[in-house]
């Protein structure tokens, strides 16, 4: 068994759990009593089945899917059988001649094999009648959980037409925020959630991303083993879906899984004197799901073959480049994931960024290689256009062997040849390009910005933007590969996995356990260096990497322009706007109006980025730049949909209390949300357009907010003495210039980053202005206190707080980074005493609420 040192700080222990763990997904309650959807005990669940129906457009689209999800693995388990034992293949290919009585033509049955020898292959076979059971045991148990999923969509799809109001047939023109407010209202009538009275946007965020907001947050502090340094290959990074279901499978839902429910955490890993045996516990148990995952990965392997090669070969043979194409990779999903962003909202993101991304790839096309490129497609095309030609005159040379497959390859060879010669037209402009694709995926190294043109940076672009080749050899090795990281990776950060679920667990009234990340809390998970200065009294290792925290809480605010946030968080948000909005004041009194004239807001976004790094002075044309502060003028300014914006202002003034900031209320915060007050009075496809005009404004918004907050994170970084990195590695004295990576292999040396926690303490922070006070329920002893959007919660980890003579909180900075932040065969210092087992048991559990 490996030997856990972290430096986590005790936390005190929890003894309740909100709320109670039931099983049922609905609880209906007697007519003439209730409503049918008061008291769903799942929210979880729940919600989450809602969001699904909406995205896969209906219960009738869904339940198709599903039906040709199980004919899919029938065709796929049975040709594969038929191929291997029901053809004469000497036939097929024309090695075995047949008597034919009334033709001389060979057909195609002809090659098939009569049913009774064909079954008498099979059944001698023991090879296939394993894959045969094992492939029907795993049928019926999709076929078990497609029945489940019917009954279960069938109660969602009478939500909607009986509490939502809202067919089947104009759900595919329904944006997810109307569903969304609809939920919201339905509450106070139908009571779907006891523990509160009022349901808010974030809370159903919470409900639909739990565990994905802490894949996301394990993700930014480089929790997961997922980067490695293999010889020859260098620095790489594996994420595969094999490997993301069984960290879910550990973490979450699995037997033994750190959580009792959907939305507890089990009582024990919210203690922290037992952190070692429950370590030692969940070690063992990923040991012999690693174990588990070795014994199936055979089966699970040719399952993977199979599956490939029928998806991918007529796509291939029909479009030869699109594996030289390129994909985001599951690791760059996760890594560019806001807390609290559904899948549609990330996807349009990532797809918008998309078209950017692959013009930057493309600027890196060897020179070499074009060359050799260009020279095999030439003779390439010379065979085949002769080929062709002799067919054109004579169609019985396809007759003769090996010219048609000759023909099929020389149009492969040709295909794939061009995608390694750019286009002549092509302009190298990789700084421009990479400010473009900032806009769209909201994060980007520091040391990126610069250094566009290098390889290094292309490199590690390409992880996150990876070939769609690599994407598929990558998911076929996947089940070779996995039960290795699970048990020689995976297993060694036991101890850092237990501690980050207890230091990192908060819990909301009316949500359940939730990760403290998806608070989106600037005062406890904020960076100073992301414009939180004097806002947060964050600790190194509390802050969120690359600035996740303020760039999720803008997103969040952005896309849901009805939520409202606490007081500190909503001084955070009219801050930001009120600075971009002087910016975009001071560019409209400088600039001409002529570079605001486009109709598009899609053409304003792609005009974003280029230009010099100075805020006040981008402008270029359609294919070039708008800066920031044009961008954010002509927010309101592009006269096409200025109605509209009108519209969702006098909409958001009339909705929104009194008490709101009115900062908030200003035309350029916004998106789908207001939509439904238009599509209400028109028809679905008027109320789609002018839904996907206002996502579009805020989309552009976000990108307009994501580029400020990076250039002033970079004009507030220019000044230190700080390294950027790529990698979250420790820093040179948390461990010995020898140690590195298993094998041996030191990692590459990077360039470090100021935002990565260093192993030397940090000076305790200063309070800021927002600090409350430090007590609850009249208990004299020291609370830790987060800003909570929905009620109140109770904090299983973070740091400790001592009242001052005033009354107010101090927080105590922990100044090591967390244990295990090292990499694999690095061993984390200590700058302290580990605290003894067994002392925080018996200690009283420490409740507060946060208004």
């Known amino acids: 068994m490996a030997h856990f040192d972290t430096e986590y700080q005790r936390l005190e222990a929890s003894y309740s759990d909100s709320p109670p763990g039931e099983e049922n997904l609905l609880v209906h309650v007697p007519e003439g009593a209730k409503s049918q959807w008061h008291h769903i005990e799942n929210l979880d669940l729940f919600f989450q089945r809602v969001y699904n129906l909406h995205q896969k457009n209906g219960f009738t689209c869904m339940l198709l899917g599903e039906i040709f999800e199980l004919v899919q693995l029938l065709f796929v388990v049975g040709f594969t059988v038929f191929l291997a034992n029901c053809v004469d293949y000497d036939i097929l290919f024309a090695n075995k001649f047949v008597n034919h009585t009334d033709s001389s033509k060979v057909t195609l049955p002809d090659a098939f094999l009569p049913v009774d020898v064909c079954s008498a292959c099979i059944r001698d076979n023991a090879l296939v009648m394993f894959v045969l059971v094992i492939s029907g045991v795993f049928w019926l148990h999709r076929l078990v959980k497609f029945i489940y999923n019917v009954c279960c969509y069938w109660e969602i799809r ?204 493309n600027c890196f096309l060897s020179p070499l290689l074009t060359v050799v490129a260009k020279n095999v497609a030439f003779f390439a095309g010379s065979l085949l256009a002769v080929l062709i030609a002799l067919t054109i005159y004579d169609e019985d040379v396809l007759a003769v062997e090996h010219v048609l497959s000759s023909i099929t390859l020389l149009g492969v060879c040709i295909t794939v040849c061009r995608s390694f010669i750019p286009d002549k037209h092509l302009v190298f402009c990789p700084e421009q390009l990479l400010r473009v694709i900032l806009a769209h995926i909201h994060y980007m190294p520091d040391h990126w910005q610069g250094n566009a043109h290098r390889y290094e940076t292309r490199d590690q672009f390409s992880q996150l933007f990876q070939y769609k080749a690599a994407f598929i050899l990558e998911e076929l090795i996947s089940p070779l590969v996995t039960p290795f990281i699970l048990i020689f990776s995976l297993r060694r950060k036991s101890l850092e996995i237990i501690d980050f679920f207890r230091n990192f667990t908060v819990e909301v009234v009316g949500v359940g356990d939730t990760c403290s990340f998806a608070q989106m809390d600037i005062r406890q998970h904020g960076h100073p260096a992301w414009m939180s200065a004097g806002q947060t009294e964050a600790s190194i290792y509390q802050q969120a990497e690359d600035g996740k925290t303020e760039l999720s809480l803008m997103h969040f605010a952005i896309t849901n322009p009805q939520w409202q946030p606490p007081q500190e968080t909503t001084h955070f948000i009219s801050q930001l706007k009120e600075r971009v909005q002087r910016e975009a004041t001071a560019a409209s009194d400088t600039h001409a109006l002529a570079s605001l004239s486009e109709s598009e807001p899609r053409s304003l976004v792609a005009n974003l980025l280029a230009g010099p790094p100075t805020l006040a002075s981008l402008h270029l044309g359609r294919d070039g730049a708008v800066g920031m502060s044009d961008g954010a003028s002509a927010l309101r300014s592009l006269s096409p949909i200025s109605s509209s914006i009108h519209l969702r202002g006098s909409f958001s003034s009339a909705h929104r209390p009194a008490g709101h900031a009115s900062t908030t209320s200003r035309p350029m915060t916004g998106s789908g949300t207001d939509a439904r007050t238009v599509s209400s009075s028109s028809s679905a496809w008027e109320g789609q357009l002018t839904s996907l005009v206002l996502s579009e404004y805020a989309s552009t918004e976000m990108s307009i907010h994501a580029l400020y907050m990076h250039e002033i994170h970079k004009q507030q970084s220019r000044g230190e003495l700080s390294r950027h990195t790529w990698h979250r590695e420790d820093s040179d004295d948390s461990s010995d210039p020898d140690e590195g990576t298993a094998g041996g292999a030191n990692p590459r040396a990077f360039p470090r ?26 208990s004299t002893d020291p609370v830790q206190e987060g800003s909570v959007q929905s009620g109140g919660q109770r904090n299983y980890g973070g740091t400790t707080e001592s009242v001052g003579t005033v009354g107010r909180v101090v927080r105590s900075a922990r100044g090591v980074p967390m244990g295990g932040w090292a990499e694999e065969g690095q061993a984390a210092r200590f700058h302290g005493p580990v605290p003894e087992e067994g002392s925080e048991d018996d200690m009283p559990p420490q409740i507060h609420k946060v208004v």
């Open 753 to 778: 980053s100021h935002t990565f926690p260093s192993s030397a303490p940090s000076p305790s922070r200063i309070p800021g202005p927002n600090s409350a006070p430090g007590s609850a329920h009249g």
């Open 158 to 361: 009478s939500f909607y037409t009986s509490a939502l109001k809202m067919t089947m047939a104009e759900l595919p023109y329904v944006t997810w925020q109307e569903v969304q407010a609809r939920i919201v209202e339905i509450q106070k009538e139908h009571q779907i959630c006891i523990h509160k009275k009022e349901l808010s946007e974030l809370d159903i965020y919470h409900r639909i991303l739990r565990f994905k907001n802490y894949m996301v947050a394990m993700v930014n502090k480089s929790l997961l083993p997922v980067r490695f340094c293999p010889p020859l290959l260098g620095d790489c990074v594996f994420y595969t879906r094999g490997l993301k279901y069984n960290f879910e499978l550990i973490f979450f839902w699995g037997p033994g899984s750190l959580f009792e429910n959907e939305w507890s955490l089990k009582p024990e890993y919210k203690r922290g004197g037992n952190r070692l045996e429950l370590a030692d516990r969940l070690a063992s148990r990923i040991l012999w799901i690693g174990i588990t995952n070795l014994l199936l990965c055979p089966v699970i392997l040719v399952w993977q073959i199979l599956y490939a090669f029928f998806s991918y070969t007529e796509v291939i043979k029909r479009e030869p480049g699109s594996l030289g194409a390129r994909c985001w990779s599951l690791y760059g999903r996760c890594y560019l994931r806001h807390f609290n962003e559904l899948d549609h909202e990330l996807m349009s993101r990532l797809s918008k960024g998309y078209k950017p991304s692959s013009k930057y790839m």
